[in-house]
């Protein structure tokens, strides 16, 4: 079947801007994560939601992000007044509940904030 | 939280040969940990894991070992082969939602 996917694959952006990173789930998989993986750096957690509510927003590092999973699928990750550290890939994941362990990840949006 | 270290940062093997990568972790409660393979500019994906009623796992050339008494475990490669090259990062949780994740290894299979 499909696997994550996220939309865009990449995107520039001006310091300061607003930006929108979309993540699609896997059919069925009720558990969505956000993490975020900087150059030579393993991925960093960010946001984990179970269904539509965030469960574990430790992750995230200010509250210029924030992020929505308003009917329990796709989620969208928001950053405002974006800074040039924002600069990563933001990787997105999902598991089932029956092999909550298991996450498979999309292939990312690169962002670059200029 | 959790801490993850993972060493050594790059590895050069021939082919054939085998590939040994460790990572530590300092929470003991962590009880589930996976290893992921990313090849550039690809999504990381998952290749093998253990948890912690167990001390070794195999996947045909892959294994990885668990000493939850030192905190810490490896991924061994055996008959490493050209399309092994890529990134490997280890990981721990303690819950299923959050991963940490160690710094990655570039592992290089030289034909």
């Known amino acids: 079947g499909a696997g994550v996917s996220q939309t865009p694959s990449n995107k520039v952006t001006e310091k300061g801007k607003y930006v929108e990173l979309r993540c699609d789930p896997i059919?069925?998989?009720?558990?969505l994560y956000w993490y975020r993986q900087s150059l030579g750096q393993g991925p960093e957690f960010l946001i984990y939601?179970?269904?539509?509510?965030?469960?574990?927003d430790s992750g995230l590092p200010n509250d210029r992000f924030f992020a929505v999973r308003p009917e329990g699928s796709v989620s969208t990750l928001k950053i405002q007044r974006t800074e040039r550290g924002d600069s990563a890939v933001y990787l997105c994941?999902?598991?089932?509940?029956?092999?909550?362990?298991?996450?498979?990840f999309g292939p990312g949006t690169r962002l670059t904030v200029t | 939280g959790e801490n993850v270290e993972q060493h050594p940062s790059t590895l050069s093997v021939q082919e054939g040969d085998s590939a040994v990568i460790k990572c530590t972790y300092s929470?003991?409660?962590?009880?589930?940990f996976p290893w992921y393979k990313q090849e550039l500019g690809k999504r990381p994906q998952l290749i093998i894991d253990?948890?912690?009623?167990?001390g070794e796992k195999k996947d045909q050339r892959i294994a990885v070992t668990l000493n939850k008494t030192a905190k810490h475990f490896s991924l061994h490669i055996t008959e490493t082969q050209p399309e092994d090259s890529a990134v490997y990062f280890c990981?721990?949780?303690?819950?299923?939602?959050?991963?940490?994740f160690g710094t990655g290894t570039s592992l290089t299979v030289i034909p």
């Open positions: 994941a999902s598991s089932h509940r029956d092999s909550p362990y298991e996450q498979y």
């Open positions: 059919s069925g998989h009720t558990a």
């Open positions: 939601f179970q269904g539509t509510g965030a469960a574990d």
């Open positions: 929470d003991s409660a962590s009880n589930y």
């Open positions: 253990i948890r912690s009623n167990v």
């Open positions: 990981a721990a949780t303690r819950e299923s939602n959050q991963f940490y």
